[in-house]
């Protein structure tokens, strides 16, 4: 069974960092695609980042140059550092890994910006 643990949510100042974390079980972790997507009230669940199996990533234009990701193979848990925050990501943030053209969702974690 699949499991994706996200943590490191929370309230923070605009300005301030972040750094969430996924844990993941009962998956072939150094195989899998992961990804960092989130979604604001009203709004439709975004792709925020992703680290391929091989340790290339990508990133949405919006937080280029503020956010990082990062993957420990070892701890079976990818990163997202989150740096200079705004108001504007202000979301519930989720995990995702792929694996086998298969999609696994952790539950999320609130991350609250305040201005």
């Known amino acids: 069974q699949v499991q994706l643990v996200e943590s490191g949510g929370g309230l923070v100042q605009a300005g301030g960092s972040l750094r969430l974390s996924c844990a993941a079980s009962g998956i072939i972790f150094s195989g899998s695609a992961m990804n960092w997507y989130r979604q604001a009230p009203g709004n439709q669940r975004e792709l925020v980042a992703s680290?391929?199996?091989?340790?290339?990533?990508n990133y949405a234009d919006s937080v280029k140059g503020r956010f990082t990701i990062s993957r420990d193979n070892a701890k079976m848990t990818v990163y997202l550092q989150m740096n200079s925050l705004k108001s504007e990501d202000t979301a519930v943030y989720y995990c995702?890994?792929?694996?086998?053209?298969?999609?696994?969702w952790g539950q999320g974690t609130q991350v609250t910006v305040s201005s």
């Open positions: 995702k890994a792929t694996l086998w053209r298969k999609d696994y």
């Open positions: 680290i391929s199996a091989f340790g290339n990533t």
